[in-house]
């Protein structure tokens, strides 16, 4: 809702219309849904302070918006081209081939307000690539003579 914008409902006939890209923790005016004046006068403004839930995906950094996006490992391999649903449409990702956990790509000015979208993938198997991975590890060369962990510590 932050995101794409739109109008809340606060009970009490109090409705609060929030801009496209509002950030946790900014104000919001109501001008005259304030308490009502003193011998007569107008009501007061009514002030709204936002507080942002945690979304399941997306983290947000300034207008910066961050996404691990979870791709299978023939994705990784062979490369795709990924649709990504956001809160104000869909967007898509080519993957290259050759893709690896922890590599970021950048779409710029998909993020909130302008700003970009970074997109960090991570390998996650599909049951179907579990259910063969004893076959295709066999044709793969032995991982302990890899230099993967040297220097770890």
Request: glycine share 16%; hydrophobic share 40%; aromatic share 2%.
């Amino acid at each position: 809702d932050a995101l794409a914008g739109g109008v809340k409902d606060l009970g009490k006939g109090l409705k609060v219309k929030f801009p496209k890209g509002i950030a946790d923790g900014q104000s919001l005016r109501l001008r005259g849904k304030g308490h009502p004046g003193v011998n007569g006068g107008p009501a007061g403004d009514a002030k709204v302070k936002i507080n942002i839930l945690p979304h399941k995906s997306l983290v947000r950094d300034g207008d910066t918006l961050r996404l691990t996006l979870p791709i299978s490992l023939a994705e990784a391999v062979k490369g795709a081209k990924v649709h990504i649903d956001m809160p104000d449409g869909a967007v898509s990702l080519n993957i290259p081939a050759g893709t690896n956990t922890g590599q970021k790509f950048r779409l710029k000015g998909k993020g909130a307000k302008g700003g970009d979208l970074i997109v960090t993938p991570q390998i996650t198997l599909t049951a179907g690539e579990l259910a063969g991975a004893g076959a295709v590890a066999e044709l793969l060369p032995d991982g302990e003579k890899h230099e993967l962990r040297r220097g770890l510590i």
